[in-house]
């Protein structure tokens, strides 16, 4: 059976309701309604899966159609506020509709009154947005507007904007599955709990602490107390060998207090009666080996963005706040069985060099080189995908 149209047909006065089907060729028949029920529910059967199909393709036309079209009026079928067609970066005023058509930046910062802004995404891509607080935290480069409808609703100055929808997102990290070590140091204050995402075990030596007192994202960062606080992971874990990883880059945001000496931020210069001439020396005041390094001067008092690279040349490179700082080529070849953050506990020639300083997110990519020319730092926590 062919269906074409459906009508109620009130053929008599008393309770009999005839149903008329339009039947191909154009024949029009009339059954009753138990009838027609039998006939509907085998024809459903026999054509389940176009009618399914044509259903959700009608869903979801209706759905861009509401979106575009009908979010443009008010009750009254009157045009409240048009849609801006943007294709370059943009950033809207509150109480305004953006559809975007391109890759461009959307850029979101605080109101100063209450409202909502409402983007459709007509891109076929993910499109960067940078707002100035979501959910209580800054995000200025790290979300993404999915395909589709998002309402921004502004909250309040601490909460900050609040996504009305799925399409609004985290953005991946292109590198994520070459990073061997990432660390937020998130945590209460002064707990000794070290959460490494990628799952690794950390050791700990003498007594670092999670601080709540100085946090560059989220509320607290790692505390070297200068005296005896490391971290520890083992060579088994990640080896930085240059034989085993040549190429890597180490960063972290650290804020240094004020230390006289060099002072360790990483480091495998940890050799007890062994050759030390191969030890990654990574310092407040130098980068490269026992055997080859370059100094520099490192601030103190306040938040820098700090990342060192090697590339396959064996060049390694600093960048203070994304900026070029000194480079060196160097071989690291400790046989160290353990990489310290913050010093180099029982070395007999370097000296234990410990760190006073806060030190948030920390991270090892292992096989990338992420920064090759100057770069304006992460303004965004480290991704953890």
């Not at 009154?113 to 409402?118: P, R, S």
């Amino acid at each position: 059976m062919q269906i074409k149209s459906l009508g109620i047909e009130k053929i008599t006065s008393d309770d009999t309701d005839l149903i008329p089907i339009q039947e191909s060729g154009g024949i029009t028949r009339h059954i009753s309604r138990g009838n027609f029920l039998t006939e509907l529910t085998s024809a459903i059967a026999t054509n389940s899966a176009n009618i399914a199909s044509n259903i959700s393709a009608i869903l979801n036309l209706i759905a861009r159609i509401t979106t575009l079209e009908s979010l443009n009026t008010g009750n009254g079928g009157t045009s409240v506020v048009p849609w801006a067609i943007v294709s370059a970066d943009y950033s809207p005023a509150i109480n305004t509709k953006a559809i975007l058509s391109g890759s461009a930046v959307f850029t979101v910062t605080l109101p100063t009154t209450f409202g909502d802004i409402e983007i459709y995404n007509n891109a076929p891509v993910d499109v960067l947005v940078s707002l100035t607080k979501f959910k209580g935290v800054s995000y200025a480069t790290a979300l993404k507007f999915n395909p589709g409808y998002t309402r921004l609703l502004w909250v309040d100055s601490t909460t900050g904007w609040y996504a009305l929808s799925n399409s609004l997102r985290l953005a991946n990290d292109d590198y994520f599955s070459f990073v061997a070590l990432l660390m937020h140091f998130d945590g209460a204050n002064n707990s000794t709990t070290f959460t490494e995402v990628t799952g690794k075990t950390i050791s700990t030596s003498g007594s670092p602490i999670i601080s709540t007192i100085r946090s560059k994202f989220g509320n607290s960062s790692l505390y070297l107390n200068g005296t005896n606080a490391v971290l520890g992971i083992a060579r088994t874990a990640i080896d930085l060998r240059s034989s085993v990883n040549p190429i890597w880059t180490i960063e972290c945001w650290i804020y240094p207090l004020s230390q006289t000496g060099s002072r360790a931020i990483f480091t495998t210069y940890n050799n007890p009666g062994g050759a030390q001439s191969g030890a990654l020396i990574l310092a407040t005041d130098r980068i490269g080996t026992d055997a080859a390094f370059v100094t520099y001067a490192l601030p103190t008092n306040q938040w820098l963005h700090w990342a060192v690279n090697r590339d396959s040349f064996g060049v390694i490179s600093l960048y203070l706040n994304g900026i070029l700082t000194k480079t060196i080529t160097a071989n690291p070849t400790s046989g160290a069985t353990t990489g310290y953050i913050g010093g180099s506990p029982g070395d007999n020639n370097y000296g234990s060099s410990w760190l006073n300083a806060y030190i948030d997110d920390f991270r090892i990519t292992l096989g990338k080189v992420r920064y090759s020319a100057n770069f304006t730092p992460p303004l965004d926590p480290f991704s953890n995908a």
